[in-house]
């Protein structure tokens, strides 16, 4: 071994241990370092896994909020259905009422109409005929007005009836047609004999029907009797009560 030898040995053992000292002074930091890189890991992980829940908290709510919504709507349109629905069944009952109404307008005008050709005197009403016809058809006719030939029942109907029938002849619904000489009104009821006039009833059996007749006192009011198949003018009577 030579002098250089030891030197050598000396330099690579000094080598050696300088790296061991660099080594032990570099182990420190870099453990420090790795420590802190774990630990912003994990709390980069716990940030996003907070974020993640609060995106699915936010998500959970606004599914929750649509759906409240949603059902307010249904309910909400289920509400405005069914009024729109009663609305129409009140709005066809109406048109049912006003069309009913509209049909009892129009026989009220008719009724008016037919009224205004009559005259009312205790509680009935009197028609009186612009035509001539025959006792028969005369009778048919007020049978189709829904009224009769009428009946003179006392004193004061007969003044009614020669107030709106002076110098004129009427018929009137009595006749003796079923029994000769027994003069019956048109519901069966027996004739006054005081309504005659004077000589009156003298026909016999062709004269079968009555009129009304002006006798020679201007205020009383009598009846002749008369062939059936004459043409008069003709009253018609109703009564207000069924």
């Known amino acids: 071994m030579t002098m250089s030898e030891p030197v050598y040995a000396n330099i690579i053992t000094d080598g050696t241990h300088n790296d061991r000292r660099n080594k032990r002074n570099q182990t420190p930091q870099q453990t420090g370092s790795d420590s802190v890189k774990s630990r912003s890991s994990r709390a980069a992980v716990v940030c996003l896994v907070l974020l993640c829940v609060l ?17 307010n709507y249904t309910q909400e349109r289920d509400q405005l259905l069914t009024k729109i629905n009663s609305l129409t069944e009140d709005r066809d009952e109406l048109q049912t009422k006003i069309n009913g109404l509209n049909e009892d307008r129009g026989q009220l005008l008719t009724n008016i109409t037919i009224i205004s050709e009559w005259i009312y005197y205790q509680s009935s009403f009197y028609y009186m005929s612009n ?13 189709k007005r ?26 009137i619904g009595v006749t003796d047609s079923d029994v000769e000489g027994s003069w019956k009104w048109v519901d069966g009821s027996a004739l006054n004999s005081e309504l005659w006039a004077s000589r009156e009833p003298n026909g016999g059996r062709v004269e079968n029907c009555a009129v009304t007749y002006l006798t020679e006192r201007p205020d009383l009011l009598g009846l002749i009797d008369v062939r059936c198949n004459n043409a008069y003018q003709w009253i018609c009577e109703k009564s207000i009560w069924p």
């Not at 908290?57 to 059902?71: D, G, K, M, P, S």
């Not at 016809?133 to 007020?142: L, M, V």
């Open 55 to 71: 995106l699915l908290t936010a998500v959970i709510a606004l599914c929750v909020h649509i759906h409240t919504i949603n059902t």
């Open 131 to 143: 035509e001539r016809k025959s006792w028969t058809e005369s009778r048919r006719d007020c049978l």
């Open 146 to 171: 829904k009224a009769d030939l009428i009946i003179i029942n006392n004193r004061e109907e007969s003044d009614f009836v020669q107030n709106h029938t002076v110098k004129k002849e009427f018929w």
